[in-house]
DNA sequence: ATTTTTTTATTGAACGTTCAATCAATAAAA
DNA sequence: TTTTATTGATTGAACGTTCAATAAAAAAAT
């Protein structure tokens, strides 16, 4: 089947077949030639489009922080309103973005997650995400609050956020977005309302409902 | 060296020296020489006391769960009121015990619990952990809100503990306990807030009637 | 329109490395 | 002398990478 043009759809290819082999058996079993098998291509491609098996890890964390990223910037900007609490659900809402939480995509960004601790490369990309994240949070929440209010509120409603999640990936019947997204955003109800700001309509500030 | 009685020393000895491998170099890296070579013995002598390194491992991780649960006990045999608050409280202060979220220990717990995804023995752990927690504090928050409610406020508080941790465990300065045990007591604080339950002095709970 | 040549894409067996497990040998205490 | 504890070289399996061989398409030549 050899045709030119091929490199961008093998690489699409050799990504998911890591994240469903990662879903499959886990990170410590997700050899190249399970991945290579998945996506029904031979071992040798994976050096030959990606250096090694690294750079398709490295390739494949990217995919999905830049999924998340762009999750939450795509519903950011079809905000109609600048209020920050439109922009704190349209963040949460994106972060519980139903591309985002599937199995494997899940699984994956978790099994990264816990790895990152020890390999650079990903820790690099782990950081880079963490901290735009909390630094969205807390600049939204700046506008609302103190600042030393505002920091401890963006540090809470990330690690909700980051739980969620985290039990969402454990769970066997995966991730209950809904549930997921309506437990933040009353957290967030609550939060403001502690300080005396009430929230107006949280269910109607974000485009989709 | 060798004596009678030596089984518990070695034991605790390699668990501890699993912590410190997996912490050194995550567990994809921690080989059963590493492990050995921490704790100043042969590498034989694991399968020798616990049958493979499998059985190792899940040693490790049954006992950072152990002590988990008896962090949380401890302070709750230790109230003096049944106040649910005060039980709340101390399952907060439980979860952040000083003992628990030392750099070796927050690392290992968070490898356990990635792989848990994909070793059945870790995950069988894993879910009485979880289950246990869950269980604890809807059966606390059912003594002050409505049935619905309180399962939600259980499924919220789990995932805020979770999520510090794991915030806690990928910070390079390791988890700030102070912070999230205040950050979890103040949603704590903002929820029974929100249902009109007033909290009478949280961190001093456990010393007054 | 054929045929030939070149380029691109892919394979999969071979290689060297690393690992967990094994077990005969050894050493110290009982 | 017997028992308990420990070692560490060996073994076999599994892994990622490499690379010569191959196949198909594209380009060039006839």
């Known amino acids: 089947m050899p045709k030119v043009g091929m490199e961008p759809i093998r690489r699409q290819q050799l990504i998911k077949a890591t994240m469903a082999a990662i879903d ?15 996506a029904g291509v031979s071992a040798g491609i994976i050096s030959h489009y990606f250096g090694g098996k ?3 890890l490295e ?3 990217r995919q999905i922080l830049n999924d998340l990223g762009e999750a939450v910037a795509s519903r950011r900007r079809a905000l109609t309103t600048d209020a920050p609490e439109a922009h704190l659900a349209a963040i949460i809402d994106g972060n519980f973005d139903r591309s985002q939480v599937t199995g494997p995509v899940a699984k994956t960004w978790l099994a990264f997650w816990a790895s990152s601790m020890h390999r650079p490369a990903l820790e690099r990309l782990q950081n880079v995400n963490d901290r735009r994240l909390y630094a969205n949070l807390s600049h939204q929440f700046r506008r609302l609050l103190p600042k030393a209010q505002a920091r401890d509120a963006a540090r809470a409603l990330a690690a909700l956020i980051d739980g969620l999640w985290l039990r969402g990936a454990l769970t066997p019947e995966g991730l209950d977005t809904d549930r997921a997204r309506r437990l933040a955003r009353e957290y967030l109800e609550q ?3 502690a300080h005396g700001l009430g929230i107006r309509h949280p269910e109607t500030l974000s485009l989709e409902s």
């Open 54 to 56: 690294d750079g398709l």
């Open 24 to 38: 499959e058996v886990g990170l410590a079993d997700a050899t190249v030639v399970r991945i290579a098998r998945h």
């Open 191 to 193: 939060l403001l309302k």
């Open 59 to 61: 390739a494949t964390m």
